[in-house]
């Protein structure tokens, strides 16, 4: 008989860091580390197979600047809210 692997424990241990008290900067940092990440394997994945690059690094920065706006005008938005 094959044994399965206790998969409710990863699943615990994941469910618990994501519901994890953090302040806004480590919010914001995984979320804008996590943005990045994603354009920058876009970037490269359409550069290696289409040999045609569909967005600029100067697009990647602009985007990220933006996301970063966006989470401080709401970050403002919710300070003033309390």
Do not use: C
Request: proline share 2%; glycine share 6%.
């Amino acid at each position: 008989m094959l044994r399965r692997a206790p998969k409710l424990k990863y699943i615990k241990t994941v469910n618990d860091w994501l519901n994890q008290d953090r302040h806004f900067g480590q919010e914001a940092g995984i979320s804008m580390g996590f943005l990045a990440i994603l354009l920058v394997l876009y970037k490269l994945l359409t550069g290696i197979f289409t040999k045609v690059p569909f967005i600029s690094w100067r697009a990647i920065i602009g985007v990220l600047l933006i996301f970063a706006l966006i989470i401080v005008i709401f970050r403002i938005v919710e300070m003033r809210r309390k």
